[in-house]
């Protein structure tokens, strides 16, 4: 898939593109009973500002060996692909012409949970990383915010939709999944990545 072909949501310094549909309805129904089901979800500790707090969702690091991640001071080893995981993964690849050797996945139980602003620019990930993230289940608001300028996107991330994160977008803007005022089912995100350094 040419991203070419697809409309730039970031007015400058960055290239994120929306595929909706890449799964269709009943897909991605299935997909999200099925992992929230079968996927080793835990909530752990992580370091903001200085402070150890739970994450706001439930998390599972999956990938090749060696693929190991480093973020708010705490280390992620990966659990090794289930089957279903890494079918999603060929998909993934086979549409955009790109290889991925992890993915974060993340379990919003409801409209408490969130994701606080950040970049995914770890330097386990290199210079100008594709980052692949396929929503399943609830609707959810995203914003991107740039890290300089006043400027904010905000777009929905429909269920089976996929969105593409490259070129320099992590170094200008950050991005966030917040919190929501009006009661949501869950959803689950999986954000596909390429380690090419170790976190150790």
Not at 157 to 165: A, D, E, N, T, V
């Amino acid at each position: 898939m040419d991203t070419n072909q697809l409309r730039n949501l970031l007015p400058d310094q960055g290239e994120a593109y929306l595929i909706n549909n890449f799964f269709n309805k009943a897909k991605s129904s299935a997909l999200l009973t099925q992992l929230t089901q079968t996927i080793s979800w835990e909530q752990r500790e992580i370091k903001m500002f200085g402070k150890l707090i739970m994450q706001p969702r439930l998390m599972c690091w999956m990938g090749d060996e060696g693929s190991t991640y480093k973020y708010s001071g705490t280390l992620f080893r990966p659990s090794p692909w289930s089957k279903e995981v890494h079918k999603i993964k060929n998909i993934i690849e086979d549409n955009l012409g790109y290889k991925f050797n992890s993915v974060l996945l993340n379990l919003y139980r409801d409209q408490t949970d969130s994701m606080g602003p950040h970049s995914d620019n770890e330097r386990e990930l290199g210079p100008n990383p594709i980052v692949a993230s396929l929503s399943l289940g609830e609707n959810r608001r995203f914003i991107f915010r740039h890290k300089s300028a006043k400027q904010k996107v905000e777009i929905s991330l429909p269920s089976g939709s996929l969105l593409i994160m490259k070129g320099a977008t992590q170094d200008y803007w950050k991005h966030e999944l917040p919190k929501s005022k009006v009661g949501m089912g869950p959803r689950i995100n999986l954000t596909f990545r390429k380690i090419v350094l170790s976190g150790k």
